[in-house]
């Protein structure tokens, strides 16, 4: 399944337009606070530790959406926009959602 952030896919047609689709992940503040314990390879203010954990997140929202987009009869994901956000008192958990339009192209 083909997923963009553009509106549209070079050379192929929108056939239909099948809905808005959504993943969304949330990461609790456990998950954060152990990562925070068992840092040990930040370099240059970098954590790889966090980064891989974000990118799981991103990536499950992802296939979130796209199994949502598939079950509307969609083959591909267009204008897909990833947000981030903190919630929770205190900022204990983060969500990564992933929303975009299901077509057929």
């Known amino acids: 399944m083909i997923v963009t952030t553009t509106n549209g896919i070079e050379g192929r047609a929108v056939q239909r337009y099948c809905g808005i689709v959504t ?55 267009i204008g897909v926009d990833l947000d981030y956000e903190v919630l929770g008192s205190n900022g204990s958990m983060l969500m990564v959602s992933a929303t975009g339009t299901a077509v057929q192209i």
């Not at 503040?29 to 152990?34: P, S, T, V, Y």
């Not at 040990?40 to 199994?67: T, W």
């Open 23 to 77: 993943g969304e992940v949330i990461v609790g503040a456990n998950l954060f606070r152990d990562l925070f314990a068992s840092v040990r390879d930040i370099v240059g203010g970098r954590s790889g530790a966090y980064e891989e954990v974000l990118g799981r997140a991103r990536e499950e929202a992802l296939a979130e959406m796209r199994a949502r987009a598939a079950s509307l009869g969609g083959n591909a994901v």
